[in-house]
């Protein structure tokens, strides 16, 4: 019965990411097409402007573009299950290979800098919340609420001014330095800087949170009987109201994920860094229909694949969230 | 036996913007081995501070000011909190007022016992542990505690999770158990049993008690001594036979007497007056004489000392002074009379106002199933009359109301008010605006019901601007500080919110707010549950008093036997979403037919106190 649920859940999850997955795709392929701006621009550069009619038409006709929108959808749905995304028009080579290039420092940068938000915000909200209200809390607290209200761009900026330009300490651009692509150190130099900007601009919010979360369920009932026990400071905190705030900070991270990642394109473009920020942006601006669509499918199955695993982790960490359950639980608090 | 607690002196006052609030004022106490001490007092009289500050759970913004704590003779005043950890579930341990809230509820309770044992016998092995958990289970009485183990809290009834939070309670066998009002969030039936429970347990392992409540019947029951507090003082101290044979402070008389059980057929429930005093600057004489009815001119010029009246008998009244001695003090008498009721019997059989007949209302609850929670059940209600609606929670009283009142639209049957079915959409849309004014309702708490953020003559005024009512007496303002007058209020409350009032004050108001649309039914959901016994006294006279200036029909629902018994011309019972049985008030608890009702009455804590104690201390 038990594990037959568990399916059941499974199942419908899986259902539930793959419409997702569509409704997203249908979307931003509709939307892309109805934005002001010409394709070929992006293909054939200025002669694009300088185009017969009729050769225009040859051209839309080779791009697939003269077809109604939905017969040139379901061609693109039938080409993507076939592994084909199509090419993009602004760099004239397949998408698949051209994001596959790139994707590996996105995701290095992003992936790195997520886990720090994620490990690094715990920790200080835990921290802000041991020592409520006295200096170590307000400092952060204070420190927090000032570079939250900074702008990336900004701090990325004066990021590259300090170390990069005037200490000299960091490179200020690229992912590694011409000829040491293998260099594991040089790497790291790389990533030191744009890493430090999306960690500090998204940490004190996350750590905000933690706080909070952590502030109101010390003051819980609960925890009035733990103290009873017998059960110390860190025992009530570690063991019980952080347990009870995991799962609201697992979803909240999860919808943190799109937020870090825009922030990692930002950060990207600034710091010229080889990543897929800067080809979303572009692919965007240019009307580069393919490359478009297989980036923000790609981030949309990202955002949504972290939300449905949050989700299924908080459940397992708290029984209330458990859906077979929840409906119950909210009838009989009605009566 | 020797002392084990003693305190000495003790005050405790709260640092807080508005100045500082002494909420207990120089008390001192002693509880020996084995022996159960309940403290008995109205909400804020500092009963609760009293014990927290002892076990040290107060907030950063309390603090000792005076006095000592004693255990077992060593001071523990100045322990730190590492210490505290230590006789913390060792030495003392707590049972608190709401089970729903106090158990971790990510947890499964075995967990959460689990984790009690473990924290005092860190040696112990898993297996150990286990064992000693389900020892636990079975000593509070759970049912397949293997199971119940490995359930979380919100899987388990109110009754059950205070069960759990006793095992957690008596994990390390402590010596001075705490219980902040453990009954008071739960049924009548259950509030019997765990008291029982309570008492087995504290029996068997021959442990101290302190017992906090503010039902005089609860500690009748459950206590060797009594000590009644008031505005953070003791006010009498003593065996609970003395207090309760011979009690000698005006302030125990006023709780007392304030029993809807011992009401034997008065018109009016007596109401100790006004209310508590704040804190912040306690009055100079004794804090109880604005309030007493039997002051002496010294009571408002100096706090009385503690007298003694036995060697185990004490009370701070001047009444007991010898200057005192020669006045005629005229003791109000306890005992239940038999005075046959003058209780305004309905004329002739009048006109049936409301008429349920065989409402059903099914909650799904998933798929597949789903929880039948009224079944079957009609009544009628007369113009005029007062119907009463009891059974535990649960049963279905409250889906009843909300049926009656629309809220929910009942699965089966009808609802007959006045000849308009109002079950039926199209006749509830013609009748609209009468079903609205005309029926009004009264929720159990006055917290959520009100807006936190409207003023109280906005709150008084909306339903009539909802129902563009033209008020009769000018202006709404006008409408609202009438009515606001009329629940005994004065018109100086119609600018503050409801957070700056009293429980007493806001459910005042919420019937003020129902009453202001002038409605021919009222139905109230509990509506003195979350009182204080001497507010609920207060909250019901208004009750009986506007029922009968203003001849609305009404709907009471609680689960206070006692005070239906008192307030109601006919009752029903609910059990498991049916209605067991109806008849008129008297003759229901003078005859219960249906078996249920014969438990409901029997697990009653009346407090009979002219034999029911000695009695009871034999059987010990």
Known sequence: MNSKRRIEGLAQRVLFFLASVFVLSVLVFYVSRLAPGDPLVSYYGDRAEKMSPEEREWAEDKLGLNAPIHVQYICWLQNAF?????????????????????????????????????????????????????????????????????????????????FAVTLRWLPSSGAYSIGKENDLGDRVRHLILPLSVIVISH???????????????????????????????????????????????????????PHVLGGTYIVETVFSYPGIGTLTYESARYQDYNLLMLLSLFTGIIVIFCNVSAQMVSERIDPRLRMDDQRRYEEVDRL | MSELLEVRNLSVSFDTPAGEIQAVRDVSLTVKTGEVLAIVGETGCGKSVLCKSILRLLPDIASIKTGRILLNGADITDYRERDMCRLRGRVFAMVFQNPMTVLNPS?????????????????????????????????????????????????????????????????????????????????????????????EVQAKLHMAAIFVTHDLSVAAMAADRVAVMYAGKIVEIGTTEEIFRNPRHPYTWGLMRALPALAGGRRRLYAIPGMPP??????????????????????????????????????????????????????????????????????????????????????????????????????????GEIFGLIGESGSGKSTVARCIMNVYRPTGGSIIWQGINVCNPKAFHTHKKLLQSARQIIFQDADDSLNPRKKVCDIIMEPMKLQHVRPPRGTMRAEAAFWLQRVGMDAAYLDQYPSALSGGQRQRIA?????????????????????????????????????????????????????????????????????VETASAEELFRHPKHPYTRRLIESMPIPDFSWGVSERRQDR
């Open chain 2, 107 to 199: 947890l499964s309770v075995g967990a959460q016992i689990a984790e009690a044992v473990k924290i005092h016998s860190p040696g112990m092995t898993r297996l150990a542990v286990e064992q000693r958990t389900l020892e636990l289970l079975r000593l509070v009485k759970i049912d397949h505690p293997e199971e119940r183990c490995k359930q979380y809290p919100a899987h388990l009834s109110g009754g059950m999770r205070q069960r759990c939070v006793l095992a957690i309670a008596l994990a390390a066998e402590p010596e001075l158990l705490f219980a902040d009002e453990p009954t008071t969030a739960l049924d009548v039936t259950i509030q019997a049993q765990i008291l029982e429970l309570f008492r």
């Open chain 1, 203 to 257: 940490l004190w919010y996350y750590a905000y949170m933690v706080r909070n979360k952590l502030l109101e369920e010390v003051r819980a009932e609960y925890v009035l009987l733990a103290r009873m026990k017998g059960l110390n400071k860190r025992q009530v905190l570690f063991g019980h109201c952080l347990r009870n705030v995991m799962p609201a900070y697992f979803s909240l991270m999860a919808l943190a994920v």
């Open chain 2, 278 to 383: 704040t804190l912040i600057d306690p009055p100079k004489g004794d804090a109880f004489a604005c309030r007493n009815e039997y002051a002496l001119a010294i009571d408002y010029e100096e706090q009385p000392p503690m007298f003694p009246v036995t060697e185990t008998h004490f009370a701070a009244t001047w009444l007991l002074d010898e200057r005192a001695k020669g006045l005629e003090i005229p003791v109000p008498d306890f005992g239940c009379s038999d005075a046959e009721e003058e209780r305004g019997e309905l004329a002739a059989e009048p006109d049936i106002l409301l008429d349920v007949q065989h409402l059903t209302h099914v909650f799904p609850l998933s798929k597949k199933e789903t929880l039948t929670a009224v079944d079957d059940v009609s009544f009628q209600i007369r113009k």
């Open chain 1, 82 to 162: 076939r592994g084909d995304f199509g090419i993009s028009y602004k760099y004239k080579m397949d998408v698949k290979e051209l994001v596959g290039g790139r994707i590996g420092n996105t995701l290095l940068l992003g992936g790195i800098g997520f886990v720090l938000i994620f490990v690094l915000a715990l920790a200080l909200g835990v921290c802000c919340a041991w020592h409520e209200e006295r200096l170590a809390d307000r400092m952060i607290c204070r420190i927090g609420t000032i570079t939250s209200c900074i702008p990336e761009f900004w701090l990325s900026l004066a990021g590259i001014l300090i």
């Open chain 2, 511 to 579: 019937i003020a707010r129902a009453l202001s649309m002038e409605p021919t039914f009222l139905v109230a959901d509990e509506p003195v549950a979350a009182l204080d016994v001497s507010m609920q006294a207060q909250v019901v006279n208004l009750f009986k008093q506007l029922q009968e200036e203003l001849g609305f029909s009404f709907l009471f629902i609680a689960h206070d036997l006692a005070m239906v018994r008192f307030l109601c011309n006919r009752v029903g019972v609910m059990h498991q979403g049916r209605l």
